[in-house]
């Protein structure tokens, strides 16, 4: 059974919030790629379509839009995702994954992309934080 860590980013208010995604909905991922809409039942909120923006595998090795696939690639950055240079020029050989996601994956980012009829802070309150307010 595949686990994930999903990351929602909340576009209007600019919180984020960590989800776990776990059985069929975490299955129905696999396969997958960067830039798809995805609909939000998928961590918990029915009626939001969520964007796949990024991912890391369980070394921190991120995921490139550009690298089709789901492999682990030594390529050679200039600057980007994945690299950063320090000086002007520079390039170095890093290991990056490709834009599917896969088995392998670990934490997948996604932003909101169409809003629901729920908040988002209210679909993701811990029952015990209700329970205190009434």
Avoid: C, W
Avoid at 23 to 28: K, L, P, Q, R, T
Avoid at 66 to 88: A, I, M, Q, V, W
């Amino acid at each position: 059974m595949v686990d994930y860590k999903a990351i929602v980013n909340d576009v209007k208010t600019g919180k984020s919030y960590n989800v776990p995604v776990t059985g069929h909905h975490a299955n129905s991922l696999n396969g997958k790629n960067l830039g798809e809409i995805v609909d939000g039942i998928f961590v918990g909120l029915p009626g939001y379509k969520l964007k796949i923006t990024g991912g890391s595998d369980r070394n921190g090795t991120p995921m490139r839009a550009d690298l089709p696939g789901n492999k682990r690639r030594r390529l050679l950055l200039s600057d980007g995702l994945g690299f950063h240079e320090r000086y002007p020029g520079e390039r170095k050989r890093t290991t990056v994954r490709g834009s599917a996601i896969s088995t392998d994956i670990v934490q997948i980012n996604l932003a909101i992309t169409e809003y629901g009829p729920k908040s988002v802070e209210e679909s993701f309150a811990k029952p015990e934080a209700a329970a205190e307010k009434h």
